[in-house]
Nanobody
C-alpha cells in the first residue's frame, strides 16, 4: 500500500496550491479519502474528506470556501485545491485512506508534503 503526496511548497499569502495524492496497492474506489494537516506544535487536524464515490465532501470550518477536495477514481488520485492561502495554513499535509468492512477499520497514510504560506 502506498500513498504519495505531491504539490506542496512555498506560496505567498493569497496564493494557491494544488496537492495530489497518488494511491496504489489497494482498491482506491472503495475507500473514503481525507486530507489532514499538522502545524508545528499543534495536533493533527482533519481538513477535508470525500466519500468513495466522490459525491459527498466535508471541510473544517477553517478552510471552508477556500479549499476543495476531489478525486479521480480512474487515476487513483485525490486532490486538494487550496486557494486564498493564509499563513495559518502552513503545515505538513497528509492524505489518508479509510474503509470500514465487517467491523474492521483499514487506515492508510502518506508521508506528507510541506505547505508554507509566507511573504
Amino acid at each position: 500500500v502506498k500513498l504519495v503526496e505531491s504539490g506542496g511548497g512555498l506560496v505567498q499569502p493569497g496564493g494557491s496550491l494544488r496537492l495530489s495524492c497518488a494511491a496504489s496497492g489497494f482498491t482506491f474506489r472503495d475507500y473514503a479519502m481525507n486530507w489532514h494537516r499538522q502545524a508545528p506544535g499543534k495536533e493533527r487536524e482533519l481538513v477535508a474528506a470525500i466519500d468513495s464515490a466522490g459525491g459527498s465532501t466535508n471541510y473544517a470550518d477553517s478552510v471552508k470556501g477556500r479549499f476543495t477536495i476531489s478525486r479521480d477514481n480512474a487515476k487513483n488520485t485525490v486532490y486538494l485545491q487550496m486557494n486564498s492561502l493564509k499563513p495559518e495554513d502552513t503545515a505538513v499535509y497528509y492524505c489518508n485512506a479509510v474503509r470500514r468492512l465487517f467491523g474492521r477499520k483499514y487506515d492508510y497514510w502518506g508521508q506528507g508534503t510541506q505547505v508554507t504560506v509566507s511573504s
